[in-house]
């Protein structure tokens, strides 16, 4: 038995969010980049299909993600974890980046491959440059869920690869008679620190970027 | 040589045909204009010469060269956009230069390119800025000018002209105009404004339904067209139609035109034998015979 407070497993959700955030924002922008400016046929069924993504309920794929984490070898592991939340994530960052590059005029696509431009050079130069306001929206959204999930938290790490809520929840029930109601709030403003700093930062860019496009001008 | 030329293209969007066998030749240099309503396959023929929509079937060749499947950065050609289409996060001097840069041309003659299109075109004191601080007529000149920059084999322009306001319209209209001869390029236009239409244009296509009406010299459109549709499209305003009787008088034919009054009117009929019947000039599509 260790007493070294949550900072471990602080840092340890700061390595399993970066990169989930990361990679799920990316990989949500060049899916919703492809569904809007390179449909092909099916395009709008496949856009369904992750769609559904956003209402699976997370208990329904413990077992089955169980057994692929097991399978690949990821089991227990951060990289176990960054890969499902980056799963779960993809559904929706990829419906934030469509809806927003559904506004994005189709002519201006048209234009950079008649000026000799490839897919990843239109996403790269063209696109990407005005994609600010929603990839904030899609960081703060997917640092958020990432950051507080427990269930995946609880369910895919081990003792050294915890996250802070699982942190604070073993925290808060470890009790040796006399419950440590100070020790208990101060670990849960810690766990609480991260979202509040981003909202804060960058939360004026949320709404904006929520709204965006709903209104003409 | 015909610079760019198309053969019996057709484009179906499902059961839906909107070319049906569209068959164009134009020489390089000419100024081809194509008006028809809206809906009659002017906007998709001209995605089809850019490559931007693939053809069901048919060939389209320019300078000489197959360019059916090619894709559009390979078949150098330049489009305006209606909606400008500036890439929003970059100056006017890069945009201008990007087409350049895709292409890999070094940095000095990008500069080259950009400097000469901006003399051109007037807009050297605003290559620093972004297209969101110009107003619509400059947004306009920057399009053009990235057009220009590549100096490509065909120009296309697609509806150019109509987001700009009425006095805008007519001086871009006449620089257009001045243009065409210092670049000798070809051009295909697309508008349904009647007088850039007439205008502007060495050749003019009219369309409907995914046909083409007729393509002959703003004169001749003018002045024969084909049929009735053609006749009543172009002019503004737009020709009268008198119902008529043919009949013959003498030696010739002579046409009756009903009147309010006791008396029918009686025109002679001016020369050669009448193609019509009673009930207007209407004639086969692609008969290129004066009309009366």
Not at chain 2, 14 to 28: A, F, N, P, T
Not at chain 2, 76 to 85: E, H, K, L, N, T
Request: proline residues 5%; hydrophobic residues 45%; charged residues 20%.
């Amino acid at each position: 038995m260790r007493c070294e407070g949550v900072g471990g497993y602080f840092w340890n959700s700061f390595a399993i969010v970066i990169p989930a955030v990361l990679i799920s924002t990316a990989v949500g922008a060049l899916n919703g980049y492809a569904l809007t400016k390179w449909r092909f046929k099916g395009s709008e069924l496949v856009f369904a299909l992750m769609l559904f993504g956003c209402f699976i309920p997370f208990q329904v794929v413990l077992l089955p993600m169980a057994q692929t984490l097991g399978w690949l070898g990821l089991s227990s592991s951060r990289a176990g974890l960054i890969l499902v939340h980056v799963v779960f994530g993809i559904a929706f960052t990829t419906l934030f980046f469509r809806n927003f590059y559904v506004g994005i005029p189709n002519e201006l696509v048209s234009a950079a491959k008649l000026d000799g431009a490839g897919f990843f050079r239109i996403f790269w130069r063209i696109l990407l440059p005005v994609s600010a306001p929603i990839i904030v929206v899609s960081v703060i959204w997917q640092f958020t869920q990432i950051w507080n999930d427990f269930l995946f938290g609880v369910a895919f790490s081990a003792h050294d690869t915890q996250p802070v809520t699982v942190a604070l929840n073993n925290l808060v029930n470890t009790s040796t008679g006399v419950r440590e109601y100070n020790a208990d709030m101060a670990a849960a403003m810690i766990a609480a620190l991260p979202t509040l700093v981003v909202y804060v930062l960058a939360g004026k860019y949320f709404v904006r970027g929520l709204t965006a496009g709903s209104v003409k001008g | 040589m015909a610079a760019l030329e198309i053969h019996n293209v057709r484009k179906e969007f499902g059961s839906e045909r909107v070319l049906k066998d569209v068959s164009i030749s134009i020489d390089s240099g000419e100024f081809l204009i194509l008006v028809g309503p809206s809906g009659c396959g002017k906007s998709t023929l001209m995605n089809a010469i850019a490559g931007l929509e693939p053809v069901t079937s048919g060939n389209i060749y320019i300078d000489g060269k197959d360019v059916t499947w090619r894709t559009p950065a390979e078949r150098d050609i330049a489009m305006v956009f209606q909606s400008y289409a500036l890439y929003p996060s970059m100056t006017v001097r890069h945009n201008i230069s990007f087409g350049l840069e895709m292409r890999k041309v070094p940095k000095a003659e990008r500069e080259a390119a950009v400097e000469r299109v901006a003399d051109l075109l007037q807009i050297s004191h605003l290559l620093e800025r972004k297209p969101a601080q110009l107003s619509g007529g400059k947004r306009q000149r920057v399009a053009m000018g990235r057009a220009l920059a590549r100096e490509p084999k065909v120009y296309l322009f697609d509806e150019p002209l109509s987001n700009l306001d009425a006095k805008l319209r007519v001086d871009m209209r006449t620089e257009i105009k001045k243009l065409h001869p210092r670049l000798g390029t070809t051009i295909v236009y697309v508008t349904h404004d009647q007088v850039e239409a007439m205008t502007l244009a060495d050749c003019i296509a009219v369309m409907r339904d995914g046909h083409i009406l007729q393509l002959g010299s703003p004169d001749e459109v003018y002045n024969n067209p084909v049929d009735m549709f053609v006749a009543g499209f172009m002019g503004s305003p737009s020709m009268n139609f008198i119902r008529a009787t043919l009949e013959a008088d003498g030696d010739g034919y002579a046409l009756r035109i009903a009147t309010p009054d006791e008396v029918d009117l009686l025109l002679p009929w001016p020369n050669g034998p009448p193609y019509g019947r009673a009930g207007g000039a209407a004639r086969q599509a692609g008969d290129s015979r004066p009309a009366a």
